[in-house]
């Protein structure tokens, strides 16, 4: 089923003037979802979901972050927080006047859908939560992610080469996950390493005494073999959130290469987030 697309723009006030983030809206109609990416990754990499989800009526929209996509990146690390991500999706809310979204996301984006649950209760109709990045994740993360923040510190050349040979590759050439990977690969070292740097040492989730007063319905999906997400954080806030539903995925390639039946369960649980009946949310403070 062909739905419409549209990209938009908004702009958020920051501490060097006004950031302008980039969206995409596919469908329409009242039924909102938000889908946020991974981190470094662009909105695009939701596009196959948000299709589908669009497909069966939902109005979905997908966001670059800041610093991600083709929203603005400034190199400053106290504007990139999970927090910060959160108050972004919100001003994306008020901005398409939706009083009300089921807010999902991969990795990062799981993340900072649990903080839109934590900071605006009011506007969160459910969670979908793949890969949230946990206790679990902390000695991964830094093998991962430390080595980059160096390179793009003290080695910027090295990120510099990487974009200068990622960016002329015509992405409808490609599969689409490889452009996907082009794209992450295409960075700005001082905007990287500012991204990198603020998550490393700013609010990465809510804490779990958080994550435990969120009262919305919430499916969060995990999978095995991956150290950076472990199974065992999906796990973990499956059994914090009151109304959350945990599917166990075959691996991190299952809704990239296969998605059909997580699509389907992303789909059926959003529909019954909207035919559900609007309530008061509140989380623990």
């Given at each position: 089923?062909?739905?419409?697309?549209?990209?938009?723009?908004?702009?958020?006030?920051?501490?060097?003037?006004?950031?302008?983030?980039?969206?995409?809206?596919?469908?329409?109609?009242?039924?909102?979802?938000?889908?946020?990416?991974?981190?470094?990754?662009?909105?695009?990499?939701?596009?196959?979901?948000?299709?589908?989800?669009?497909?069966?009526?939902?109005?979905?929209?997908?966001?670059?972050?800041?610093?991600?996509?083709?929203?603005?990146?400034?190199?400053?690390?106290?504007?990139?927080?999970?927090?910060?991500?959160?108050?972004?999706?919100?001003?994306?809310?008020?901005?398409?006047?939706?009083?009300?979204?089921?807010?999902?996301?991969?990795?990062?984006?799981?993340?900072?859908?649990?903080?839109?649950?934590?900071?605006?209760?009011?506007?969160?109709?459910?969670?979908?939560?793949?890969?949230?990045?946990?206790?679990?994740?902390?000695?991964?993360?830094?093998?991962?992610?430390?080595?980059?923040?160096?390179?793009?510190?003290?080695?910027?050349?090295?990120?510099?080469?990487?974009?200068?040979?990622?960016?002329?590759?015509?992405?409808g050439i490609v599969p689409f996950w490889a452009?996907?990977?082009?794209?992450?690969?295409?960075?700005?070292?001082?905007?990287?390493?500012?991204?990198?740097?603020?998550?490393?040492?700013?609010?990465?989730?809510?804490?779990?005494?958080?994550?435990?007063?969120?009262?919305?319905?919430?499916?969060?999906?995990?999978?095995?073999?991956?150290?950076?997400?472990?199974?065992?954080?999906?796990?973990?806030?499956?059994?914090?959130?009151?109304?959350?539903?945990?599917?166990?995925?075959?691996?991190?390639?299952?809704?990239?290469?296969?998605?059909?039946?997580?699509?389907?369960?992303?789909?059926?649980?959003?529909?019954?987030?909207?035919?559900?009946?609007?309530?008061?949310?509140?989380?623990?403070?």
């Open positions: 089923m062909l739905v419409s697309e549209r990209i938009g723009q908004l702009f958020i006030d920051g501490d060097q003037g006004r950031d302008r983030l980039e969206y995409t809206e596919y469908g329409a109609g009242d039924a909102w979802v938000v889908l946020l990416h991974g981190q470094l990754m662009p909105r695009r990499m939701q596009q196959p979901l948000a299709r589908a989800l669009a497909a069966e009526g939902l109005h979905v929209v997908t966001l670059d972050l800041l610093g991600h996509g083709r929203s603005d990146r400034p190199a400053d690390p106290l504007v990139y927080s999970t927090t910060a991500f959160a108050e972004q999706v919100v001003a994306l809310l008020d901005h398409l006047g939706a009083p009300q979204a089921v807010i999902g996301g991969t990795s990062l984006g799981a993340n900072v859908s649990l903080e839109v649950a934590v900071i605006a209760p009011d506007r969160v109709r459910g969670l979908i939560c793949e890969m949230p990045v946990l206790d679990n994740a902390l000695e991964a993360g830094i093998l991962a992610f430390g080595p980059v923040l160096f390179s793009a510190r003290f080695l910027p050349f090295t990120i510099t080469a990487v974009r200068r040979l990622t960016r002329p590759v015509p992405r452009g996907i990977v082009l794209d992450t690969l295409d960075q700005r070292a001082d905007a990287l390493a500012a991204v990198v740097h603020g998550l490393f040492f700013g609010r990465i989730a809510p804490p779990s005494r958080q994550r435990r007063g969120i009262r919305v319905p919430a499916l969060v999906v995990g999978h095995p073999a991956d150290p950076i997400h472990p199974a065992a954080d999906a796990a973990m806030l499956a059994e914090e959130l009151p109304e959350a539903t945990f599917v166990r995925a075959e691996s991190i390639l299952e809704w990239r290469l296969r998605p059909e039946r997580l699509n389907a369960e992303a789909a059926t649980f959003a529909l019954r987030c909207w035919k559900a009946p609007r309530r008061g949310r509140r989380t623990a403070t």
